[in-house]
C-alpha cells in the first residue's frame, strides 16, 4: 500500500469509530409513582443520535419513587419513597439499589425510614458519603449517613422547621453549591431559601451567617441550579411562575439580580412550576411550566443574567422534570399526567428543543437522569 492510500484507509478507519461512538446508548432511569406492587424504577436505553428509548428493564424501588440520586463511586441508585409511612414506620423511605449496569438489571440491598415522612427531593454530598432529604410533606430535612460500601446506615441529623397556621414549611429541594462548600434549601411553603455549612465529620448542617434568604410572597421556590463556576444560582419558582437569578458570594450568601416571568404574555390560566436545567455548553436556561405546559428557553449572557429566547409546548400534560442528555443534543420530558417521555432535538444555534423526536409511554414519570 502507498502513503497515501495507507492515510486514506487510516481515515476511513478513525471516521467509523466517531460514527460508531456517536450512536452509542447511555442509560437513562426514570421514577415516579407506583402503589400496590407497581414497579416504579425503569431503565431505559437512549440513543445519542436519534433520540430514541429503548425499555431494557424495570424494577421495584418501593412506594412511590418520585425521586433519585446516583452513588459516584459505587454504582448505585439512591430512590426516595414519597410516602408518610414506610415499612411499617412514620417517615418516609430511601430504598437502595445496587449493581445497576449489570446486563441491564439492578436489585434493591437496603431500604431505611427517613424521620417525619413526605420526602421529594434527595442528593448526595460531593464525598459521596451522605445523603441529604427534603421532605415536602413533613417541613423537615435530613442527612443519612452512608456506611463504607454507600449503604444508608443512620440517620444523621434532622430539622424541623417551625410552622404557624397560616405558615407551613415546604422544603423542595436540598443540594450542594458546584464547590461542595455549602448546602442550599428551598423552603416552597415559607417563601425561602435557606443556606448551610456541613460538617463531615459529624453530618451536621450548620446555619450560616446571614444565611436566610427570604422571597417575596407567594413565589414558592422550588428547584435551583449553579452555573459551572457557581457565581450564580438560578431559581424557579413553582407558585409565582419566575425565575431568579441570584450572585453567590465567597462566603455562599445570595443576592438576587433578575426576576423574569416563565408563562408566556397573554397566559391567564394556572401554572405551577417545576423543573430548571443549565444546557450542557452553559449558554441556555431551561424551566418547566405545568399548566401552561411548556419548555421555557432563556439565553444566558456573558454577566449571568438572562434573557427570553422562546418557549415551545411539552407534547404532554404536567412537566414535572426533564432532563438534558450528557451529550446536550436532546431533552427529555417526563410528563407525569399524560404517562409519557417526550424527547426533544436542542437546536445548537437557538437553544430551543424541537420536535418531539420520539416518545414513549410510562405511568406518571416524575424524575430522569442520566446515568453518567
Avoid at 143 to 166: C, F, M, Q, R
Avoid at 187 to 207: A, E, Q, S, V, W
Amino acid at each position: 500500500m502507498n502513503h497515501s492510500g495507507f492515510i486514506c484507509s487510516l481515515f476511513f478507519v478513525i471516521m467509523t469509530i466517531f460514527s460508531t461512538g456517536c450512536t452509542k446508548d447511555h442509560k437513562l432511569f426514570a421514577g415516579g409513582y407506583a402503589q400496590g406492587g407497581d414497579k416504579g424504577l425503569f431503565l431505559y436505553d437512549f440513543n445519542l443520535k436519534e433520540g430514541s428509548l429503548n425499555l431494557i428493564s424495570e424494577a421495584d424501588a418501593g412506594p412511590n419513587p418520585t425521586f433519585f440520586c446516583f452513588s459516584g463511586k459505587d454504582k448505585i441508585i439512591y430512590a426516595l419513597n414519597e410516602v408518610r409511612e414506610f415499612n411499617g414506620n412514620r417517615g418516609g423511605g430511601i430504598t437502595t439499589l445496587k449493581d445497576i449496569v449489570t446486563e441491564g438489571k439492578f436489585e434493591k440491598v437496603n431500604e431505611i425510614t427517613v424521620p417525619y415522612g413526605g420526602p421529594c427531593h434527595i442528593s448526595i454530598s460531593p464525598e459521596n458519603d451522605f445523603l441529604f432529604v427534603a421532605n415536602y410533606g413533613s417541613g423537615s430535612i435530613a442527612v443519612v449517613k452512608l456506611d463504607k460500601n454507600g449503604i444508608p446506615e443512620s440517620i444523621a441529623h434532622s430539622i424541623v422547621y417551625e410552622t404557624t397556621t397560616s405558615d407551613v414549611s415546604h422544603p423542595h429541594m436540598i443540594s450542594h453549591d458546584p464547590a461542595g462548600k455549602h448546602v442550599y434549601v428551598t423552603d416552597l411553603g415559607l417563601d425561602r431559601i435557606m443556606i448551610y455549612d456541613f460538617n463531615h465529620n459529624t453530618g451536621k448542617l450548620i446555619p450560616v451567617e446571614n444565611g436566610i434568604v427570604n422571597l417575596p410572597d407567594g413565589s414558592g421556590p422550588r428547584h435551583f441550579t449553579f452555573n459551572t463556576d457557581g457565581s450564580k444560582m438560578y431559581l424557579i419558582n413553582e407558585l409565582g411562575s419566575t425565575t431568579m437569578v441570584f450572585n453567590v458570594d465567597e462566603a455562599g450568601c445570595l443576592k438576587l439580580l433578575q426576576t423574569s416571568v416563565t408563562v408566556q404574555p397573554g397566559f391567564e390560566g394556572k401554572n405551577y412550576c417545576a423543573d430548571i436545567h443549565i444546557g450542557k455548553d452553559g449558554k441556555y436556561l431551561y424551566g418547566s411550566n405545568r399548566g401552561e405546559n411548556s419548555i421555557v428557553v432563556y439565553k444566558i449572557g456573558e454577566d449571568g443574567l438572562i434573557s427570553l429566547a422562546g418557549s415551545v409546548p411539552c407534547s404532554g400534560d404536567w412537566p414535572r422534570n426533564f432532563v438534558i442528555d450528557p451529550a446536550g443534543n436532546f431533552l427529555l420530558v417526563g410528563n407525569q399526567r399524560s404517562d409519557n417521555i417526550s424527547v426533544f432535538k436542542i437546536d445548537k444555534n437557538t437553544g430551543i428543543p424541537e420536535g418531539p423526536v420520539a416518545t414513549v409511554n410510562m405511568k406518571g414519570p416524575a424524575c430522569l437522569k442520566f446515568l453518567n
